[in-house]
């Protein structure tokens, strides 16, 4: 069974069209009335003014005068009357006693019988206009006296049919009529294209709809979770959601709307991936507290609109991914570790079967104490158990790439000396990405070594990481920190991001990192963070 369809509302575009359309119509109308109603009352007044000039120019002939006074007035008057109705366009001229009998009249059967009309005003010498219905029909009139020493001795009228009056204003409102269904069809004309590029705009949606899509849009920008920015085509901030504003860290939304994404305070290079004019997918920046991944769209329709911008926050999963490529080093350094293990076992086991016990027990316990010092020398020198467990598994990982990582006699860090606002994961992201990167920076040079110095002093936590490798070109001590900087070649992930993290934490604790040369060759990191009750910044 087929239900009838509901007919959808028209477009706004056409709801548009229809009230121009119609608001057109009805000016034009009115304005048509208008003009007829003025045009008819002009043309009465001009017809008016016409049979009155035309009565007195009679009333005022001598030849008129002369002929009253003669037996046959008629004989005279008549002709001339039609002679002036010819001559003035007039519809006619009567010719009469002062009493209103005719002397003229266009219909001759007329000649001789009474006016039909008033006569009293001129009767007493004055001249009266008036519309009356006589025996040519309705029309408008003036009777004025013919003077004579001083007294009336005939009256004229002049009139000109309302019929007439009428035919010449219906001349003008056809003309207007004209004029004016020109200005409807050209203003319908303009209507319609200017709707035409309305309804491509609005993609044929009526008010409701678009009504409708408003709210929609408004409930989707505060539930998505992720940052949303749109850029208008000169850059500035033309829609921002609440997780944009929280992301980026900027001010209430009233405050950046319109500004330009340089007056936001972003980090320089947050800042050029944004007013970048070519898309951008997937890169990693970070702000003073998050790391975030960025994508952005231009918005392009024939020429550029503007641009998409979509944020996601990864600080936990970056941190995450860092634990986790600490994890797999660990557990490669224990693999590697076990083959030895294994291999040292088979040595002791291939000893005891050669009779050789003795030397067995020897080789098995140097194994052990050469493991033990390295633990004991770790913690007696950092007895902080976070940092230490660090260390030891930084260790096992250096050595696995043949590089010694060593702690300097130094280091003397308590376990409690650390307030709990240095949180553990920040010291980790901190200490493990300078250790990596030195690690880095130091393999596969002739004497591979990584130096590691922590303690306390001054109220603060000092840290330092010295290696052996090619050291740090003066004119890159700042960008060296920058995300996406290195001056190794590029692995699977990617490089540049540990030592931005790392001054991203450093940044947040209030803490200061610096970067010289070593008295040896290499690079020397140095973070001082202070230890006090309340430190800026959570974890990282």
Partial sequence: MRFPSVPRPRSLAGQLFAMQAVLIAVLVAGYALFTYVSDRHQA????????????????????????IHTKNPSGLLQPYALQVMRDTDVDFV????????????????E????????????????????????TLGASVRTVTPVWENGRVIGLVSAGIKVEAISQRAQEQVTALLGVAASALALGALGTYVINARLRRHTHGMNAAELSHMHD???????????????????????LINDGGRELLGVGPEGEIMGRSVAELGLPAPLTGALLASEPRVDEVHLTADRVLVVNTSPVSGGERRGTVVTLRDVTELQS??????????????????????????HTVVSLIELGRAEEAVDFATAELELAQALTDQVVAA???????????????????????????????????LLPESLSARDLVTILGNLIDNAVDAAQGTVRARVTVTAYAEDAELVMRVTDTGAGVDPAHAELVFQRGFSTKPAGPGGRGLGLALVRQAVVR????????EAPEGGAVFEVRLPLRASVAGGEA
Avoid at 44 to 67: G, I, L, N
Avoid at 98 to 103: L, M, Q, T, V
Avoid at 396 to 415: K, T
């Fill in 320 to 345: 995450l991914m860092g634990e986790l490529d600490s994890e797999r080093g660990f557990t490669q350094a224990l693999r590697s570790q076990a083959h030895e293990a294994a291999n040292r076992l």
């Fill in 382 to 416: 950092v007895s902080e158990p976070v940092l230490a467990a660090l260390l030891l598994g930084k260790t096992a990982q250096a050595n696995e790439r043949g590089v010694e990582l060593v702690v300097s006699d130094e280091s003397r860090l308590d376990d409690g």
């Fill in 44 to 67: 009465e007044e001009a017809a008016t003014r016409q049979a009155t000039a035309v009565a007195r120019s009679v009333a005022d002939a001598p030849s008129v005068r002369a002929a």
């Fill in 216 to 238: 929609y849009h408004q409930a989707a920008l505060h539930a998505v979770r992720e940052g949303l920015l749109m850029l208008d085509g000169q850059y500035r901030v033309a």
């Fill in 509 to 516: 604790l209030d803490g200061t990192l610096t970067v010289t």
């Fill in 111 to 134: 000649i001789g019988k009474h006016y039909l009309g008033h006569i009293e005003a001129a009767q007493h010498g004055q001249t009266h206009s008036e519309t009356y219905k006589g």
């Fill in 94 to 109: 009567t010719i009469m006693t002062p009493e209103g009998i005719r002397w003229t009249h266009p219909d001759q059967n």
